[in-house]
């Protein structure tokens, strides 16, 4: 049994493995209809446990589709319905659900729950997002580059924006995986100093998007902000807006990303979101691949 909490507490070769077998079990499919089996079935007879406090598209049905492919079964809970926290405690809650199930994954707001639930359960538990990091979306990033362009090792990621909880993985991924990331962004807004000596600080955005190999954002507003929030942040972000002019600055071959939702024309342009550099989609669909791969590793499978 593993827990997968975070990229930096993860082993560097575990992690690549994981990639490698996201790729294979991609190319395994060969194209076959989203709702056929996988041929090797790895989690039947597995009941998963995927619970949200925090709503969610991508994860929740890149989750469901994974488990359901590998021939196991999903029990989807929300957090309102289980009064995470509130009624029982994280720890019986982890305790009980263990007697029921394989595999918990948990999209939440506080790491404090997810750390809990980690504690307590005896069975492994995924983070599917805390405020502090989203360890699975960088992992379908990783997958993305090197599906496209080749190891990531040694290449320039650039982050224009909030230095939020993706930003967090992207650091961690940065340390495990070795490549070189930048943020350009406003200091109100620099990443958690946790984080420090794990990326470069370039204020200005046009600087630091020069010779990237992958230009990174996301949103700049949660769904949780309050109006006055939004309004100050997209007066702090304006200037890091991803678009044509930027890119431009970036190398001739270099990806954008965009881990989605997006509002298009704030923190990126459609120029950019449907142009040549964009492979968005590509990297929603990863999703599922990656945590197919991290589910198995959980297990041991």
Same mark, same amino acid.
């Given at each position: 049994m593993a827990h997968f909490l975070d +990229?930096?507490?993860?082993?560097?070769?575990?992690?690549?493995?994981m990639i490698d077998n996201a790729i294979a079990m991609k190319t395994a499919r060969n194209g076959r209809p989203k709702g056929a089996p996988d041929d090797d079935l790895?989690? #039947?007879? *597995?009941?998963?446990?995927?619970i949200f406090e925090k709503p969610s598209t991508r994860t929740r049905v890149s989750f469901d589709v994974g488990v359901r492919q590998m021939g196991?079964?999903?029990?989807?809970? !929300?957090?309102? %319905?289980? =009064?995470?926290? *509130?009624?029982?405690?994280?720890?019986?809650?982890?305790?009980?659900? !263990?007697?029921?199930? %394989?595999?918990?994954?948990?999209?939440?707001?506080e790491e404090a729950t997810l750390l809990e639930m980690a504690e307590h359960a005896s069975v492994p538990v995924i983070n599917?997002?805390?405020?502090? !990091?989203? &360890?699975? =979306? +960088?992992?379908?990033?990783?997958?993305?580059?090197?599906? *496209?362009?080749?190891?990531?090792?040694?290449?320039?990621?650039?982050?224009?924006?909030?230095?939020?909880?993706?930003?967090?993985?992207?650091?961690?991924?940065?340390? =495990?995986?070795?490549?070189?990331?930048?943020?350009?962004?406003?200091?109100?807004? %620099?990443?958690d100093p946790s984080l420090h000596g794990l990326y470069t600080t370039v204020r200005n955005p046009e600087e630091a998007v020069a010779g990237a190999d992958l230009v990174v954002t996301d949103t700049w507003v949660s769904m949780h902000d309050p109006q006055s929030a939004r309004e100050r942040r997209h007066n702090q972000?304006?200037?890091?807006?991803?678009?044509?002019?930027?890119?431009?600055?970036?190398? &001739?071959?270099?990806?954008?990303?965009?881990?989605?939702? #997006?509002?298009?024309? %704030?923190? #990126?342009?459609?120029?950019?979101?449907?142009? &040549?550099?964009?492979?968005?989609?590509?990297?929603?669909e990863n999703r599922l691949h990656a945590q197919k791969a991290v589910m198995r590793w959980c297990l041991g499978l």
């Open positions: +990229i930096d507490k993860t082993e560097k070769s575990a992690l690549r493995g790895p989690l #039947a007879g *597995h009941m998963v446990a995927l196991g079964e999903t029990m989807v809970l !929300s957090g309102a %319905d289980m =009064q995470l926290g *509130h009624g029982e405690t994280i720890a019986d809650t982890a305790r009980v659900l !263990s007697r029921y199930v %394989d595999l918990i994954m948990i999209r939440t707001f599917g997002l805390t405020n502090a !990091s989203h &360890p699975c =979306q +960088i992992m379908a990033d990783v997958m993305t580059y090197e599906e *496209h362009r080749g190891p990531i090792a040694g290449k320039k990621v650039v982050w224009s924006g909030d230095g939020n909880n993706v930003f967090a993985s992207f650091a961690h991924a940065a340390g =495990q995986f070795g490549f070189d990331l930048t943020f350009t962004g406003p200091e109100p807004l %620099d990443p972000l304006r200037g890091y807006q991803v678009n044509a002019a930027l890119m431009a600055k970036a190398k &001739p071959d270099a990806l954008f990303m965009h881990c989605l939702p #997006a509002h298009r024309d %704030d923190e #990126a342009t459609s120029e950019v979101m449907d142009g &040549p550099h964009s492979v968005i989609f590509d990297e929603a």
